[in-house]
């Protein structure tokens, strides 16, 4: 997963994107964005490590398409 910093609106906050390796640059993929809960926020990428996020790194094939995991301040 590539970690990026965004500033939108004068708020910068982190995100997570995974992007399917080996994918065909021309297919049209789906886009899921996780939103995740009240007890994940802050500034620290590592919340993204559950949930959606720990089920990505642990079978990455499942995962067909692209996930974004923005992380709220």
């Known amino acids: ?3 990026h910093c965004s500033s939108f609106a004068r708020v910068l906050a982190a ?5 399917p390796p080996g994918r065909d ?3 049209k993929l789906p886009l899921v964005v996780y939103l995740h809960g009240k007890g994940e926020r802050g500034d620290a990428l590592e919340h993204a490590r559950h949930g959606l996020g720990k089920a990505i ?3 990455p094939k499942r995962f067909t398409g692209f996930v974004l995991l ?4």
């Open 25 to 27: 640059p021309r297919a």
């Open 15 to 19: 995100l997570m994107l995974w992007a």
């Open 57 to 59: 790194v642990q079978n």
């Open 1 to 3: 997963m590539s970690r």
């Open 70 to 73: 923005p992380q709220c301040p």
